[in-house]
């Protein structure tokens, strides 16, 4: 599980000098030239959206309007249940809201959220990974068939998390040729003194899930968080554009968890605005976990470890271009 970049690539940052010290030609290259931040996936990649409920952060949001302002291209909304979301329904119900409030501003290329059943999986008795049973979710295949589809081989398809990993790692479970085509970015966990930890936020929702994404996919777990109350907040509600796009985030506005822990747009922000990660550490995750685990496996530093820790941000980068985008004509088409 190599990280690489394309013939005559150089690094964004020393941190992954190690990394793409691997080389440049194998065919799971992540880009035709030098990264646009610290990540080795940008606005370029095509993102597929995955949570649960659309009404605690702005993740759907910052999506819809980079989608249409030269950042990633949005290929797919899965949504999908929690403990603190169980309600599927009410879910897929948010989220065609936001899609209809942005399609009637004029925004473009969004496309239908999709619902995705499946419970948290389950650690086989063997404790080996590819015993486990797949749910087959919706979610799951739809990750599948969109890396099929879009996935170039110096450009894969971001798998973008902002809840439980179930739905990835049960595409690795139909299809484990899957991890060649998709990078994982998840707002997920915290810091820790030796690395990070599989924890609260999402991490604690399916820690078998965590367990078989971070021994299978090449992953990104953004656990540096802001204060997303910050991004909207009431004394700017008047600035909001006059559409029904304008009319959402405001009506949005007073239920955005005021938590600087849980701020799920980190992940589509990582991607989508690079500035916005100013310090990455390479890591390795632990092994697999035990039966009973109440949270994924810790992620340890390792200078050459496969896996990414974004551990710092610039929030102000992430408000100054949401509000520039909602602000310019141009975001809302013709």
């Not at 989608?67 to 309600?87: C, E, Q, R």
């Not at 290329?109 to 995705?116: Q, T």
Request: some cysteine; hydrophobic content about 45%.
């Amino acid at each position: 599980m190599n990280w690489r970049l394309a013939d005559g690539c150089v690094a964004a940052a020393g941190l992954m000098l190690s990394v793409l010290a691997l080389g440049c030609t194998e065919s799971r290259n992540l880009g035709s030239s030098v990264p646009h931040g610290l990540l080795p996936v940008d606005e370029r990649n095509p993102i597929l959206l995955a949570n649960d409920g659309a009404y605690d952060n702005w993740q759907g949001e910052y999506a819809v309007l980079l989608a249409n302002s030269g950042g990633p291209k949005l290929a797919g909304i899965i949504v999908n249940t929690s403990s603190p979301w169980p309600d599927l329904d009410a879910n897929i119900t948010g989220w065609r809201g936001l899609v209809a409030a942005a399609r009637s501003s004029g925004l473009r290329n969004i496309p239908d959220p999709i619902a995705s059943t499946g419970p948290a999986l389950t650690r086989p008795a063997s404790g080996q990974i590819d015993d486990t049973t797949p749910n087959r979710s919706e979610g799951a295949h739809l990750i599948v068939e969109t890396s099929l589809s879009l996935t170039l081989p110096y450009r894969p398809l971001v798998v973008v998390i902002g809840g439980r990993l179930t739905d990835v790692a049960d595409a690795y479970l139909i299809d484990s040729t899957v991890t060649e085509r998709v990078v994982v970015v998840s707002s997920l966990g915290t810091t820790t003194d030796t690395g990070g930890a599989m924890g609260a936020p999402n991490g604690e929702m399916d820690p078998w899930a965590d367990s078989i994404v971070t021994a299978r996919f090449r992953f990104v777990q953004v656990s540096a968080f802001y204060d997303q109350t910050m991004d909207v907040p009431s004394s700017r509600l008047a600035e909001l554009p006059a559409n029904p796009f304008g009319d959402w985030i405001a009506a949005k506005q007073p239920s955005i968890f005021d938590l600087d822990q849980a701020a799920d747009q980190v992940g589509v922000v990582a991607v989508g605005i690079p500035a916005f990660v100013t310090a990455v550490e390479n890591v390795s995750a632990a092994a697999p976990v035990g039966a009973g685990a109440t949270s994924g496996p810790d992620l340890v530093a390792d200078p050459v470890g496969p896996l990414l820790l974004v551990t710092q941000n610039a929030s102000g980068e992430a408000t100054r271009r949401f509000w520039e985008l909602l602000l310019d004509p141009n975001t809302y088409g013709p």
